[in-house]
């Protein structure tokens, strides 16, 4: 086909909205490829290696489908990612790589993965332009010529491999690990890709740089982060997700190093076009077998999951199983008036029971009215909730000082903010104003109460700011 993305965004009356920097990398990534297909939502696609956009989710036996006639070096797309109802195609993909959302001109989050695991792209790369590093705990000084530190002098890496001081005690390793990463990432003026100090290189790591993303990680079945291979690039938007990880490393050391990660990824993503990079499994290689002939880094002797909260935390990263938020972490932050009326949270509710392009809708229509009139909110945050037990979840968070429901078929009016500024909400929580929404379903608007929640548990961590 000789259609271009711009093309296909053009003949779509519902395109969703789209940020420079997200179209600027869709156009990268699909430049790589042979063709783009906007699927129907039936046919076929065997097209060799084509890119594939899917504009609205449908049933398993269409997906299905889809799935069976892909090339093997096809690409799916999916513009508005943050849909769960697309989780069904992202679990018989291999994800590829996101790009979060930032403010009203790029609300949502987009999503690509292929039917092959991701992989380096024809071109030329230099080594040099990466720096590899990893530190280590201990009262001796590591033998340099054995371990990781032996492959990255075979295969030719810079590198800096550092003893930390143990004096730092368990409470602390987490910090003393971003504090490293961030110190050595200020220093070098060129990406830096953290690896750790058990693990051991087959092949030259060479992905992430050759994607150019900014930061990439492997993830686990059940979507928990692996932080044993982290790739930084020198952007902006890696040094928001260094800062806001070693804010939250500080404020919660007795939490497992890959959550706190993790809802550092989902703040970043939620108000940056962070790029991250889905990397495969050939990248941490857990288990105790032979090592593929595509093995990079070997992982057996790494021991990072086995903190006493790991499997706590687990449920609370089950979205990241599909790469994207789930209730009560917020879609969409956006800024507003400074020491204004606080923070004001946007529920979405009954997502599921909507179209891809209703979602898309009421998102935008929610941002647009945020940035055209804040009403005085200092934040404003978009939680998409499916089911009921997540609007609860949003509602059991009680440090927000307003709280907005609305639905997926409802589309806030752009004074929708501005008018709240003439209700008495405690005495009226539910009558909606007709300047609120343009949809048919009442709105319920609920200040939450003055209790403050159990500050040993990061409910909050997700209202960081990254500057």
């Known amino acids: 086909m000789n259609d271009s993305l711009d093309d296909i965004l053009r003949q779509h009356a519902r395109t969703p909205r789209l940020g420079a920097l997200q179209l600027a990398r869709l156009r990268q990534v699909i430049s790589r490829c042979h063709g783009i297909v906007d699927w129907d939502g039936v046919s076929a696609v ?3 290696g084509a890119v594939v956009i899917v504009f ?8 299905q489908a889809l799935i069976e006639s892909l090339h093997e070096n096809a690409i799916v797309i999916l513009l508005v990612g943050e849909s769960p109802a697309f989780d069904g195609l992202k679990s018989k993909l291999h994800a590829h790589g996101s790009l979060g959302a930032e403010g009203a001109d790029a609300p949502h989050q987009v999503w690509w993965g292929g039917v092959k695991p991701l992989a380096v792209p024809t071109g030329l790369y230099r080594k040099q332009d990466t720096l590899f590093i990893s530190s280590f705990e201990g009262s001796t000084t590591q033998d340099k010529d054995v371990g990781l530190t032996a492959d ?4 030719g890496l810079d590198h800096v491999v550092t003893q930390i001081s143990p004096d730092t005690g368990n409470a602390r390793q987490g910090m003393s690990k971003v504090d490293f990463i961030i110190e050595q990432w200020s220093q070098a003026c060129r990406p830096v890709f953290w690896i750790d100090a058990q693990a051991r290189l087959a092949n030259l790591p060479l992905l992430p740089h050759a994607l150019g993303c900014d930061f990439a990680v492997n993830r686990r079945p059940n979507g928990v982060m692996n932080t044993g291979a982290l790739f930084f690039h020198q952007t902006e938007r890696a ?3 260094l800062d806001i990880w070693r804010r939250l490393t500080c404020r919660h050391s007795n ?12 703040l970043t993503n939620a108000q940056r076009e962070i790029e991250t990079a889905w990397l495969p499994n050939t990248y941490w290689q857990k288990d105790d077998v032979k090592p593929r002939a595509d093995s990079t880094i070997l992982a057996h002797a790494c021991n990072n999951d086995d903190h006493p909260l790991e499997k706590f935390a687990e449920q609370m990263q089950l979205g990241r199983r599909f790469e994207r938020h789930q209730a009560p972490e917020a879609h969409l932050v956006m800024k507003g008036a400074a020491g204004g009326r606080g923070l004001i949270t946007v529920v979405i509710r009954d997502i599921l029971a909507g179209s891809t392009s209703d979602i898309a809708e009421s998102v935008e229509a929610a941002a647009t009215a945020f940035a055209a009139d804040n009403g005085g909110f200092s934040q404003m945050e978009i939680v998409l909730c499916g089911w009921e037990d997540e609007v609860r979840s949003v509602l059991q968070i009680e440090d927000y000082a307003w709280t907005l429901m609305t639905d997926v078929s409802e589309r806030l009016r752009p004074n929708c903010f501005s008018s709240l500024k003439r209700r008495r909400a405690k005495h009226d929580l539910h009558a909606p104003e007709s300047s609120l929404s343009s949809g048919s379903f009442p709105i319920g608007l609920a200040p939450n109460s003055d209790h403050q929640p159990d500050s040993s548990l990061p409910d909050r961590t997700r209202h960081s700011r990254t500057n």
């Open 46 to 48: 065997s097209q060799p």
């Open 56 to 63: 609205e989710a449908t049933h398993a036996v269409r997906v």
């Open 152 to 155: 990255l002098k075979r295969l």
């Open 239 to 241: 040094e928001a997700l």
């Open 255 to 266: 939490l497992p190093e890959s959550f706190l990660l993790d809802q550092a990824w989902a």
